[in-house]
Nanobody
C-alpha cells in the first residue's frame, strides 16, 4: 500500500507561481507512474500531468503545457508540480496519484491505484 500526502497549495494572484509536493511512503516500488489531477467545483476530474519515474518521461494536458512542470525526486520519494503563469481557471483541488503502470500506459492512464487527499489551489484575477 502507498500513502500520498500533498502540500503546497494556497492562494495566489494570476500570473503567480506555486509548487505542489506529494510525499510518497509505503510500498514505493509500485509508484513508477505518478500523476497530478485537478477537480474544480462542478467539473470533472482532469489529468494535468504524469511522469514515468523510472525514465523521467512526462505527459502534460494541453491546458498546462509550457506553464507546469512535473518532476520526481527518487531520493526523497517526492513528486512535484511546479506551476507558473497561473490563471484563474487553474483554481481547483489538486490530487497526486500513483500506479505501477508501464511506460506505454502511463501517459494516458487516468484510473490510478492510489490517491492523495488533495490540496486547494486558488488563483484570483
Amino acid at each position: 500500500q502507498v500513502q500520498l500526502v500533498e502540500s503546497g497549495g494556497g492562494s495566489v494572484q494570476a500570473g503567480g507561481s506555486l509548487r505542489l509536493s506529494c510525499a510518497v511512503s509505503g510500498n514505493t516500488y509500485v509508484t513508477n507512474c505518478m500523476g497530478w489531477f485537478r477537480q474544480a467545483p462542478g467539473k470533472e476530474r482532469e489529468k494535468v500531468a504524469s511522469i514515468y519515474t523510472w525514465l523521467g518521461t512526462t505527459y502534460y494536458a494541453d491546458s498546462v503545457k509550457g506553464r507546469f512542470t512535473i518532476s520526481h525526486d527518487n531520493a526523497k520519494n517526492t513528486l512535484y508540480l511546479q506551476m507558473n503563469s497561473l490563471k484563474p481557471e487553474d483554481t481547483a483541488i489538486y490530487y497526486c496519484a500513483a500506479d505501477r503502470a508501464s511506460r506505454d500506459i502511463c501517459p494516458t492512464l487516468v484510473s490510478y491505484t492510489d490517491w492523495g487527499q488533495g490540496t486547494q489551489v486558488t488563483v484570483s484575477s
